[in-house]
């Protein structure tokens, strides 16, 4: 080998590690930048929420879009799973000839786990996507800009009313989500299986109490702030014409999603033993 050779293989050997520590370090860095924004965008909108004028406006079309608009596919996609959360307890228990717990099983699952859950998915797909998407739209056309140019904050008039209406709905969408799921479950267990109604509901009230329908309301409101600080900040900060404004709502769902799960998991994790 030649000292030519030798010494751009010295040379090469430091950018080649740099270029890999970069593909190891970028993911977790971007991930790192994305919560810190997301943050950001969620203690500005803290902010300005109890500062006057107060959008009340915007506030009741938010209420309207979030909460009316996903009333009948929360309570649809609930329906369908108590239906079919039920058909599978019921062969499970069959085998132990268990099949009148099957109440208050679903009830159970549905408090705790599936209805904020799976609202909170729901709610994503339909409106977190459509906010994202119409912030994004008014920041690649410069809607955004005008606002901040007339003296008025863009997180104050957009993100706020929002955040504020995703939070209070989404308490009541995953109710009717359970309410929903368990109308499933009746109609499955004691239409078509014929399990006394009496045993269905009784087991519904020996399993169910007041500490299950708290951690459904909690997660909900956890969920609700999380879904719509992130579809509002990848909204909010879209870029690269109808493009960018594509991959931003396909982002704000991927991530909303993902942060859901995880939300879940760790609200579960520290209301058990509350």
Not at 194 to 221: A, C, E, N
Request: charged content about 15%; some cysteine.
């Amino acid at each position: 080998m030649s000292e030519g050779e030798a010494s751009d293989e010295k040379e090469a050997s430091p950018s080649f590690l740099m270029s890999v520590v970069d593909r190891v370090l970028a993911p977790p860095i971007a991930l790192l930048d994305e919560l810190g924004s997301t943050a950001l965008l969620g203690v500005k909108a803290a902010g300005w929420l109890v500062r006057p004028p107060f959008r009340w406006a915007q506030f009741l079309v938010a209420l309207d879009f979030i909460g009316a608009g996903s009333t009948f596919i929360v309570g649809l996609v609930g329906l369908f799973t108590g239906m079919a959360f039920t058909v599978s307890t019921i062969l499970g228990f069959r085998r132990f000839s268990a099949e009148g717990m099957v109440g208050g099983v679903v009830a159970l699952a549905l408090s705790r786990e599936l209805a904020p859950v799976l609202a909170a998915v729901v709610v994503t797909a339909r409106a977190g996507s459509t906010m994202a998407s119409e912030l994004g739209n008014m920041r690649v056309t410069e809607q955004i800009d005008a606002i901040t140019t007339m003296g008025v904050s863009p997180v104050q008039y957009l993100v706020v009313p929002r955040i504020v209406a995703t939070t209070l709905m989404m308490p009541l969408l995953s109710l009717a989500f359970g309410l929903a799921g368990m109308g499933g479950a009746y109609i499955v267990a004691v239409s078509w299986q014929g399990i006394d109604p009496g045993l269905f509901w009784d087991k519904v009230h020996v399993f169910v109490d007041w500490k299950d329908i708290r951690m459904l309301i909690t997660k909900s409101i956890v969920f609700g702030i999380i879904v719509s600080t992130i579809c509002c900040k990848k909204g909010f900060h879209a870029s690269g014409g109808a493009r960018g404004v594509g991959e931003a709502t396909a982002k704000a769902v991927v991530a909303s999603i993902v942060a859901i799960f995880a939300a879940d998991y760790a609200t579960t994790t520290v209301m058990t033993d509350i």
